[in-house]
């Protein structure tokens, strides 16, 4: 720990970074070429063996993932549900904080506060908190206005150059407010009125420590690269219902993360040594034996990015993300501090998510410098295969929200040949990270304010 601003918040284990990123790409490319020093009969062997476990288990999570969400009563009118008024009196209900941090977000700011304003929840126990982290477009004035129109709305200014990116945005709003719970949204963020209606309740019954709501996207139908996007947060709330139902783990993913205080606050804040918040906070949590829930229904709703160049910006910072929270606590992850479940799942989340893609490249290299065939085709035919399983199985559940892609042949073919995307990113990323110095940077997305019908 270290402190800042008079509190103490997550330093991270960040240390050793780069030393341990070369360990990793050196591992992974002994792994890609030594198949093709064995016999040629044998030299699928260790893809094969690879590809019946570890397609073996992703195949069994996304079956065990429900078509649909009994809890929740899928697809079903909100208004026919109890509210949890009916269920609560007022002074029963948790304190909420929502915050979001915001820098340069004139185009949707005013949108976000009036829709936050709109939501149900009783008087005296929602708080709505605004970070303008240096913007340096009309953002201030627009929530100066704002406060005008709404006095509840506290604003919090931070000067650009104040360092911890979002982290430090996050941290402030955590030291200067008291809400048993926190609510933390990105600034594009369409909620429902009814939102913490019903997410308070799934959050308080089900004895989560922190809740993630399923990631809706608004702007679908624009092009293809936004229609493939929303078919990924399907997958992805999919595959986390999955990976839950098996005793495995669910993460976070920073828009939509409901979060309570006090495990927060003895996690040590939000890591102000990573560029993304949601994925480490995410490992800190369960290192503290924290149960992170999935809420399919009602999502929150954002925009995608609608360019490649957008999308290659933002995947590398998830990438550098979900690979350092890795290589910073390892040790934890090994641990008697998981379940064997826990430490099941991980392991195999990491091996395809973040080593396969390596593994190939070094596959490849070889192949061409040896002259031999490509040794670990099967598991990336295995991993591609199950991708659009969980593409499947992701879109055909009912859901509130904007109209989820039809998962067509066409679509499945689409979104299986985009995800070839971290097969690019991910291996790039590893070389930056294992011989480039670490930049601190909030590498923000743009968003232009799309419009979508909220369901109330």
């Not at 073996?56 to 649909?68: E, F, N, V």
């Not at 908190?129 to 506290?154: H, I, K, M, N």
């Not at 490849?364 to 659009?388: D, E, H, K, M, Q």
């Amino acid at each position: 720990m270290f402190r800042r601003g008079g509190r103490a918040v997550a330093a991270g284990t960040g240390d050793h970074r780069r030393g341990k990123t070369v360990f990793f790409l050196a591992a992974c490319g002994w792994a890609g070429a030594a198949p093709h020093w064995l016999d040629p009969s044998r030299s699928l062997i260790p893809a094969f063996t690879l590809a019946m476990v570890l397609g073996g288990y992703a195949l069994r999570t996304l079956m065990r993932g429900p078509d649909q969400q009994s809890t929740q009563s899928e697809g079903s009118d909100p208004d026919d549900s109890p509210s949890f008024s009916a269920a609560m009196s007022a002074e029963l209900f948790p304190t909420v904080d929502v915050v979001v941090a915001a820098r340069d977000e004139e185009a949707v700011v005013t949108r976000l506060v009036e829709r936050l304003s709109a939501l149900r929840y009783p008087d005296g126990r929602l708080s709505l908190c605004v970070v303008d982290d240096g913007s340096e477009d009309r953002t201030p004035d627009r929530l100066a206005e704002l406060q005008v129109r709404f006095p509840s709305l506290r604003v919090i200014s931070r000067p650009r150059n104040a360092g911890g990116g979002k982290s430090g945005a996050l941290n402030a709003a955590l030291a200067q407010t008291e809400g048993e719970w926190l609510l933390i949204l990105d600034a594009d963020a369409q909620l429902s009125a009814d939102q913490l209606e019903r997410l308070m309740p799934f959050a308080t019954s089900g004895d989560w420590s922190a809740v993630q709501m399923r990631k809706a996207v608004t702007n679908a139908s624009s092009n293809w690269l936004t229609r493939v996007q929303a078919m990924e947060m399907a997958f992805d709330a999919q595959l986390q219902d999955g990976r839950l139902a098996g005793g495995g783990v669910a993460e976070l993913r920073g828009n939509g993360e409901l979060l309570r205080r006090d495990l927060l606050e003895a996690c040590g804040g939000f890591n102000e040594d990573t560029v993304t918040d949601d994925l480490d906070l995410s490992f800190r949590l369960m290192l503290h034996g924290a149960r992170i829930g999935i809420l399919w229904d009602p999502p929150v709703q954002e925009e995608a990015v609608e360019s490649l160049q957008a999308l290659w910006k933002q995947r590398q910072r998830w990438a550098e993300g979900g690979l350092q929270r890795f290589l910073d606590y390892w040790p934890g992850l090994i641990s008697s501090r998981l379940t064997s479940a826990q430490r099941r799942d991980m392991a195999c989340f990491f091996l395809l998510q973040y080593a396969l893609p390596v593994v190939s490249w070094a596959d490849l290299f070889t192949s061409v410098i040896s002259r031999t065939t490509p040794a670990y085709w099967p598991l990336s035919i295995v991993a591609f295969s199950v991708s659009g399983v969980a593409y499947w199985r992701g879109c055909r559940r009912p859901s509130e929200g904007p109209d989820l892609p039809s998962p067509g042949l066409f679509n499945l073919l689409l979104g299986i040949a985009y995800l070839s995307h971290w097969f690019l990113v991910i291996p790039w990323v590893t070389l930056r990270m294992a011989f480039l110095p670490k930049r601190l940077v909030w590498a923000k997305t743009t968003h232009s304010g799309q419009e979508e019908t909220i369901q109330a």
